[in-house]
């Protein structure tokens, strides 16, 4: 069955960088195009950004710029590189397949200090 692992997360200070992790197994990785989500506080699950499997990445405005995904279909693996962090980027992040109804792994958490 599907399942996704998120890892990476951590308290740091506005301006700061993190990299989140996601390992996917249950499916052919390579095939698929992968999304990171958030959900901060009080909030509703938002969308941060998606990369095709050929690589093209999109992104939610607010992130635009300052967050990058890649991915490693060898280690079936997407990546959330986060810089210049700020307060309002606090938030639990996912990983999931878009369009999929995969069960939700149990996020990081990524708290960003002013």
């Known amino acids: 069955q599907v399942q996704l692992a998120e890892s990476g997360g951590g308290l740091v200070q506005a301006g700061e960088s993190l990299r989140l992790s996601c390992a996917a197994s249950g499916f052919t990785f390579s095939s698929h195009d992968m999304a990171w989500y958030r959900q901060a506080p009080g909030k509703e699950r938002d969308l941060v950004g998606r990369?095709?499997?050929?690589?093209?990445?999109y992104y939610t405005e607010s992130v635009k710029g300052r967050f990058t995904i890649s991915r490693d279909n060898t280690k079936n693996t997407v990546y959330l590189q986060m810089n210049s962090l700020k307060p309002e980027d606090t938030a639990v992040y996912y990983c999931?397949?878009?369009?999929?109804?995969?069960?939700w792994g149990q996020g990081t958490q990524v708290t960003v200090s002013s």
């Open positions: 990369i095709t499997r050929d690589g093209a990445a």
């Open positions: 999931r397949r878009p369009f999929y109804n995969d069960p």
